[in-house]
């Protein structure tokens, strides 16, 4: 049965979990959320796909997961990838994850939102400013572990890698140049190197701009 | 052997493990961290306890854990407590570890730092009240959820519970009430009621005021 993942192009969270389907070959299939009209918000959307109102949500059959660490995990459990090798990079792989949840996608993701899908007269430059220093933050950690290592938690790709790249591939501007990082440029480099690897805006439907609803 | 928990008390972070360690009534004792003073932002704990300067930390014998959510995890592995008691369930503690770490104690944690320990001249207002706009939805989230169960992902308590719960016990203010939230407010009263519940304060040593250094 078609695996099919609630989502959008503009939302990095989502990219994470494409990525992971992509990337093993398994048949899914993209259900377009219309974020920007206000789908994920809508009490239908809480009540039937997720009462957190959040992309992405992934059906699997009977089964419904949200959260993109969560079913990175699943999918994990389902093809053998990506969830690394011993139990010790698994909680390596976890670790990332939080601390991209935390302080670097979190941070990233929504200073993106604000500088770029928000109407100019309404956008809050104290906040962008503090989140893009929150980002920086992170950028600087996560550039480090990559000087040392070429990726971040196992010998090869990992859902610490995918999770970490989640917006990694956006040209909109929003505070991160890949020509200012050079161990995370050679990186995404890696990442884009895998086969069947798709940007962001290829693997999903996008929602910007929002037609009239 | 006894357990190391490199934390301070106004860390709702580490009051999450601190917690879960109390508990589970293994033994274990606080190493203090000089927040305040910049002791997790030091190279040296850089280097030798957290590349991602953050508290909490973990040491049991040889092994060194950090994000909370790992090591609550790691915990349950040890205890066979708070962990869930199927896959499903596994991955429904998950996913509410995965959101609080996003949506819920990181947006309510940093406004109540910026609100409490930054110098009143130094507080950005804008941020603050976004963050607490986050914190509010976040609630929402919460409340709802609690008013249909009595615990958030099990039949009793689990790591769901000790995620969220990381900064609801505080006293300073950051635009939480307990009265203002009557399923929280029973949740919290329950968490209470388990045998060995301590308060953050009695559980961890304070960092602030900080002394002068």
Not at 24 to 29: F, V
Not at 50 to 66: F, I, K, S, Y
Not at 76 to 101: M, V
Not at 176 to 197: H, K, Q, S, V, Y
Request: one cysteine or more; glycine letters at 10%; charged letters at 25%.
């Amino acid at each position: 049965m078609t695996i099919q993942l609630h989502c959008f192009g503009e939302s990095g969270h989502s990219y994470k979990v494409a990525l992971a389907l992509e990337l093993s070959g398994l048949d899914w299939e993209p259900v377009f959320v219309d974020f920007f009209n206000g789908a994920a918000r809508s009490p239908a959307y809480r009540e039937s796909v997720n009462a957190m109102g959040e992309a992405p949500v992934l059906v699997d059959g009977d089964l419904r997961l949200t959260q993109s660490g969560v079913i990175q995990g699943y999918l994990s459990e389902k093809t053998g990838r990506f969830g690394g090798e011993s139990k010790e990079e698994e909680r390596e792989i976890l670790r990332w994850i939080l601390w991209d949840n935390h302080k670097f996608s979190s941070q990233l993701g929504t200073a993106r939102f604000l500088l770029n899908f928000v109407p100019e007269d309404k956008r809050p430059a104290e906040v962008i400013r503090f989140l893009q220093g929150r980002g920086l933050a992170g950028l600087k950690v996560l550039e480090e572990r990559l000087t040392q290592r070429d990726w971040i938690a196992g010998r090869s790709v990992t859902n610490a890698d995918l999770t970490c790249c989640g917006y990694l591939f956006y040209p909109e501007p929003f505070g991160f140049t890949r020509a200012d990082w050079p161990a995370i440029d050679a990186w995404l480099g890696r990442i884009e190197a895998l086969d069947g690897w798709k940007h962001p805006y290829d693997l999903m439907p996008r929602a910007w701009p929002p037609a009239k609803s």
